[in-house]
């Protein structure tokens, strides 16, 4: 069902990049890179898929764009958006990174929906040539209709051989019970809730702790909304796994730059290019790097 519908949605470009369309709307896919710490630097170790949708050639706010779609299309747009994110993901990626698909668990009613929408999203990635075990599910772990939903949401995506993340932690209930129920293998940290606790010493202590506890766990953490240099050196301090944010990279729309990280384009990342290894990466020195791509809307 989903899968249809999707498609139907779909418009296919020369270039090999899709594009979508949905009422007034046309919607396309950016990715924005997440790095990993790695001996005092930084690569790029995945690429997160966000919406951005355009009227009359304007780009307009994703969150005015949901806002305006009834309860009764959700699952629909849900399947459109993954479908163009994985389509754009196999023709702009680099094949070996990991990528960061957004669910929202809250119009997956019950498990025959959830099974249904997986199965069409394998379809998918078999038609982008994209292997399963590359795709990262961030769910939100408030956001559902009850705990059950959640928790048997989650099972769906992991029997399906998706790695889960759990977006959003420490943003309004966020209960670090529950993250031991959901069992995920990765923590994204609230952007808002990391820079209030990197601006006290105890904030900071308490931010390394749960680092600490995760990581212990065998969950890898990811740092959202770096917009500093100050911050992206508190968090390889805090010793989270990943970062994200635009003092590393900004979303960039398809078709991306991208395809070539790892070889060249990184390495364009930070001042000190000229003398980097010949495995580029980005160095955490505090000083903003230069933005990749085209600057598209936040």
Sequence with gaps: MSRSIGLAH??????????????????QSAFQPIFAFKEGKLSVVAFE????????GEPQAPMG???????ADRLHIEALTRTLHLLNAGACLPEEASIFINFDPSVFSDRAIADMALRDMRLVLHEAGIDPRRIVCEVTEQKSASQETLYSFVEALRANGFRIAVDDYGADDSDINRIKELRPDIVKFDAHWITQLMESGAGFALLTAMVTSFE??????????????????????SGASMVQGFVLARPELAPTSFRGFGKDVQAQATDSAAKAPASPAVTPSGRPARAFGRKVVP
């Design 65 to 71: 764009f949901f806002s305006t779609c009834p309860a």
């Design 10 to 27: 779909i418009i296919r470009h020369d270039d090999g990049t899709s594009s979508g369309v949905w009422g007034i709307y046309t919607l």
């Design 49 to 56: 898929g966000l919406i951005r949708p355009f009227r009359d």
């Design 216 to 237: 212990q766990q065998g969950i890898r953490t990811v740092f959202e909304g770096i917009e500093e240099g100050w911050q992206l050196e508190l968090a390889e301090k």
